[in-house]
């Protein structure tokens, strides 16, 4: 049985810049208050072997009472989400409070993120063995 702690504070959104930005526009739709923290989370080089790195996080203060949805929109590997769910653990968000918010995933991503939080919720569309990449170069343009 999962026993959830009580949230007193809410709910709040953190984007995974720069892919989980383009999620920010809809959950502003739904939840016209809601605050929105943001985390800059890099694998050194492109190197997906090596562990992400966190360069930037801006948090709201009292994150550690709200319900989290992290935003991000695929999860290849789990590496990028897995030092994101760290960051917020850090932060003393209880995993039981933070749900990951995903268009695609792979069961390998969801293994990797959930062997080590078990507590946290994923939400995704689709869950296939190939996961499309680059999502925020497309959905901004960007890409060559």
């Not at 809601?34 to 050194?44: A, D, F, T």
Request: charged share 25%; hydrophobic share 35%.
């Amino acid at each position: 049985a999962v026993v959830s702690t009580q949230s007193t504070g809410g709910n709040c959104g953190v984007s995974v810049v720069r892919s989980g930005e383009a999620m920010e526009k809809s959950l502003r739709q739904c939840c016209r208050s809601i605050r929105i923290g943001k985390m800059l989370v890099r694998h050194e080089d492109e190197d997906l072997q090596k562990p992400a790195k966190v360069i930037y996080v801006k948090l709201p203060k009292d994150i550690a009472e709200r319900n989290v949805l992290l935003m991000y929109p695929l999860m290849n590997s789990g590496g990028t989400i897995h030092r994101s769910i760290r960051e917020l653990k850090k932060n003393a968000v209880p995993e039981d409070r933070i749900t990951i918010c995903t268009l695609f995933v792979t069961p390998n991503s969801v293994n990797t993120v959930l062997d080590d939080f078990p507590g946290v919720r994923i939400l995704t569309t689709e869950v296939n063995d190939d996961c499309v990449l680059h999502f925020g170069e497309r959905y901004f343009g960007t890409d060559k």
